[in-house]
């Protein structure tokens, strides 16, 4: 018998065919690169009482209320990070580093590692709604619209509003487009807070979105309609007859709104041509949203349907993991990068469940039965600088022209 122990042979090429040439070498076939999924990171029952408010970036997730102290949990875990014991909260934001909030008749923006005091002003009409896109923040109250320097809270121009809002404001590329409940739509110029137009509707928008070169209103009496950016005249709309869940988002050549039919509808976003309805299943509570590849609906069952932007193929429905019986949706929030999904629902039993959803790899869900509470620094409110104030401009008026 012949052993060999740790016997290294020189390396010998195999000797050359006729004609000179190599043997080809075996190659192995290059994989695909595994594609991120959408997948719950983490459902967590919540103690917590009383009317929530949501937010979320990629980083961390903010909960507060009228009677509940902010509090941020990390979304890879839910792990609590921090608690501002402010309370008496309105609305919430969060993009990038911060957590936007209005307390009483201030504005924070926190740090959203700490918690600590980045900037702080006061409000400048009572109801506000906060719109980032991680550059600019829009304070939207029921007198004004006051556009701030999302770092530093600088404020960059303010106008004035004939009407309270009567839906979320759109911060458009060059555009930001406001709706007001006595049924006119105002246009903006983002860079330098001149109103561009401003036209009376059928009636209140419950939805708008602005991307040249148009402006996307849905509007409470069931028609969805599409507007000029120049000059606000109407291009093309559609008496659908059902009211819109939400604000529409327009993706490459088309523009999508969520219905109240159970519906996702898709247009052409220049000439209204309209694409086939999607089926929901249930009730849209709101979105769409999107990213790069998908647009997301939440529902009132506490879903999230997951739409291929390409195709309009529904790719998931994410539900809250460990429930035999739908909950109800509460509330929802999506990262502004839209690789985070969030939804805060309540169960059969009357417990609230706080769910994560990431797109990424797959990975094991834990699902706790209660939340471990983890100490962070008790904070305390600052004394508020206040940033002075800008004259207000009146948004003038005018009938746009059929």
């Known amino acids: ?135 600019h923040l829009l304070m939207l109250s029921e007198t004004d619209a006051l556009l701030r320097d999302l770092d530093t809270g600088t404020p960059l121009w303010r106008v004035g509003l004939t009407a309270p809002p009567s839906a979320t404001a759109a911060l458009g590329t060059t555009l930001v487009v406001i709706a007001q409940q006595d049924g006119r739509l105002v246009a903006i110029e983002r860079a330098t807070g001149a109103v561009r137009w401003n036209v009376a509707l059928a009636g209140a928008a419950r939805g708008v979105a602005a991307e040249p070169p148009m402006v996307y209103a849905g509007l409470a009496n069931g028609s969805f309609c599409a507007f000029d950016d120049r000059n606000g005249r109407e291009r093309w709309c559609f008496a659908l007859r059902t009211p819109a869940s939400g604000d529409p988002v327009v993706t490459d050549a088309v523009v999508r709104v969520a219905l109240l039919d159970n519906s996702l509808r898709s247009f052409n976003r220049l000439n209204g041509a309209m694409g086939s309805p999607i089926a929901l299943g249930h009730r849209p509570a709101a979105g769409p949203w999107q990213n790069d590849s998908a647009v997301f609906v939440a529902l009132t ?94 948004a003038p008026s005018r009938q746009v022209p059929h």
Do not use: C
């Open 1 to 135: 018998m012949l052993l060999a122990f740790g016997l290294q042979l020189p390396a010998v090429p195999p000797p050359s065919p006729p004609g000179g040439q190599g043997v080809p070498q075996a190659t192995t076939a290059a994989r695909p690169a595994p594609r991120d999924v959408w997948a719950p990171a983490w459902s967590h029952d919540l103690d917590l009482t009383g009317d929530l408010l949501l937010a979320a970036s990629s980083d961390v997730i903010a909960l507060a209320g009228p009677d509940t102290p902010l509090e941020v949990r990390r979304v890879s875990t839910g792990a609590v990070l921090w608690r501002h014991q402010s309370s008496n909260w309105q609305t919430l934001a969060a993009a990038g580093p911060l957590v936007l909030g209005v307390s009483g008749d201030h504005a924070y923006a926190l740090d959203a590692a700490t918690g600590r005091t980045r900037w702080v002003t006061e409000t400048t009409g009572a109801s506000v709604r906060l719109v980032t896109d991680g550059r």
């Open 301 to 394: 069952t506490g879903e999230f349907v997951v739409v291929d932007r390409q195709t309009g193929r529904t790719l998931h429905r994410l539900g809250v993991p460990g429930l035999t019986t739908p909950p109800l949706l509460e509330r929802a929030a999506v990262s502004l990068d839209g690789r985070t999904l969030v939804s805060l629902t309540l169960t059969p039993g009357a417990q609230r469940r706080l769910t994560a959803y990431r797109l990424g790899p797959s990975q094991a869900l834990p699902i706790l039965p209660k939340l471990p509470v983890v100490p962070g620094p008790r904070l305390t409110q600052l004394p508020a600088p206040v940033t002075p104030d800008l004259p207000a401009t009146a």
